[in-house]
């Protein structure tokens, strides 16, 4: 039989390399080095490179190989170092204290919530060890976990609770952020009631952190960490998955929480050679604001809702920290021009805050008269951003009326922005 070494010096081109010439034995090398409950018939069907079936008929759980493999080697060594910024705490987990509250929540899950293989439960917490704790128990008992950002609204939250159907959503009391506490919790039951589904269809489970004060829970629905995690025993078996069975939900559509099996329309891609379709980004419609991939459409849409605005285009602004940071121009409603400019910033700040949440960081904006569009009504955001990052651009012959531009760039510096496009 043929055999692939990769050595630990190999170099990453040496080894992509062998995992594209030789990819059957490849990833069966790759594959041995973890521990399956059985063994799989074929590493992948070649001829169905759509969807593969990796190690076909294998089973494995994902729990046992983070944590129960390695107890007997490394149970007293640490798992988790928790270095808290805001509450200036350090919190030190062995391996085998994760495995015991990992084992003890799989066993709250499954037998107090009747949580099967293939449910979903829904995580929304902040970095916090336990948020890891719910993870692993979820992959324990082969249930689905579907982990929400916890700087997102509760209107995001509660688009991905009506997508996903979560049997159970486990939160905590607050996060801590620089100067400000999030309510997880008030977040969490606004969430469930724009979601429309009852309190008895969608149980939670609460962490309180003690640096908080502890939640108000709702009886019939709510159940605290502590009580459930004291009133359970160990669950020290785990469940066996197929290879391919889903080990959790990741939305990836900006903010919007809707997965795209296939994308409309498409700005920035590419064809392979084997006929996939990679797609890169929409090309004027995502922001990175420190690793989290935005929709601008969305907070346009956000930002309308304050009522103070007609129309908006927003950009991606240069951040030497967070990559990008949202920047917006705006136009205001006819009886919003001689509006106390503070009075407009609170508003469309708190709605962008309440609707998308602090992972936007949008505090930036001016107000202008109009907006670049084209004889169809699209506004040209990338001439925006190149205007505002002193880039040069071409005027898109489609533009209804080119001298918009010259006024941008009068009011622009008049507002103090320098070194224009």
């Known amino acids: ?12 081109a040496h080894v992509y390399r062998l995992s594209i010439e030789h990819p059957e034995q490849f990833w069966s090398e790759q594959a041995q080095k973890i521990f399956w409950f059985k063994r799989w018939k074929k590493v992948y ?36 170092i928790h270095d808290s910024a805001m509450t200036g705490k350090v919190a030190y987990v062995t391996y085998k204290e994760l495995l015991q509250q990992v084992k003890t929540l799989a066993n709250v899950l499954n037998k107090k919530y009747n949580v099967k293989k293939g449910d979903v439960v829904l995580i929304y917490m902040p970095m ?3 948020a890891i704790v719910a993870m692993l128990a979820c992959a324990r008992i082969g249930a689905i976990h579907n982990l929400v950002f916890g700087g997102f609204s509760a209107n995001e939250l509660s688009v991905r609770i009506k997508h996903s159907e979560p049997k159970l959503l486990i939160s905590a009391n607050v996060g801590f952020e620089p100067q400000r506490t999030i309510n997880y919790k008030t977040i969490v039951d606004e969430a469930i009631k724009k979601s429309g589904i009852s309190n008895s269809a969608l149980k939670c489970i609460i962490f309180n952190r003690s640096e908080g004060k502890s939640a108000d ?106 990559g990008q940071q949202p920047f917006a121009f705006i136009v205001l409603n006819k009886n919003e021009e001689n509006t106390d400019p503070t009075e407009i910033e609170k508003a469309i700040v708190t709605t962008v805050r309440q609707e998308i949440g602090p992972v936007a960081g949008f505090k930036k904006f001016i107000c202008v008269k109009r907006l670049p569009k084209t004889r169809s009504g699209k506004t040209a955001r990338n001439t925006l951003t190149a205007l505002l990052d002193g880039k040069s651009f071409r005027i898109p012959s489609t533009i209804e009326d080119a001298t918009v531009y010259d006024d941008l760039r009068k009011e622009l510096s008049q507002a103090g922005y320098k070194n224009l496009g």
């Open 1 to 12: 039989m043929f055999r692939v070494f990769v050595r630990r010096n190999s170099t990453y």
């Open 217 to 322: 829970l709702i009886s019939e629905r709510d159940r605290d960490w502590k009580d459930v995690m004291d009133s359970a025993r160990d669950y020290s078996d785990c469940e066996p998955v197929e290879s391919n069975h889903p080990l959790y939900l990741l939305y990836t559509s900006g903010t919007t929480g809707t997965p795209k099996a296939i994308v409309r329309p498409t700005d920035v891609g590419l064809r392979t050679e084997d006929g996939f379709i990679e797609v890169s980004s929409r090309a004027d419609d995502v922001l990175n604001v420190a690793g989290h991939r935005l929709s601008s459409g969305h907070i346009e849409q956000a930002i309308i809702e304050s009522g103070k605005v007609s129309e908006c285009a927003v950009i991606g602004l240069k951040d030497d920290i967070k």
């Open 45 to 80: 069907d070649k001829n169905n490179l759509i969807r593969p079936l990796w190690f076909h008929d294998g089973h494995l759980n994902m729990t046992y190989n983070c944590l129960d493999r390695h107890i007997s080697k490394h149970g007293n060594q640490t798992a988790i």
């Open 128 to 130: 916090i060890p336990e």
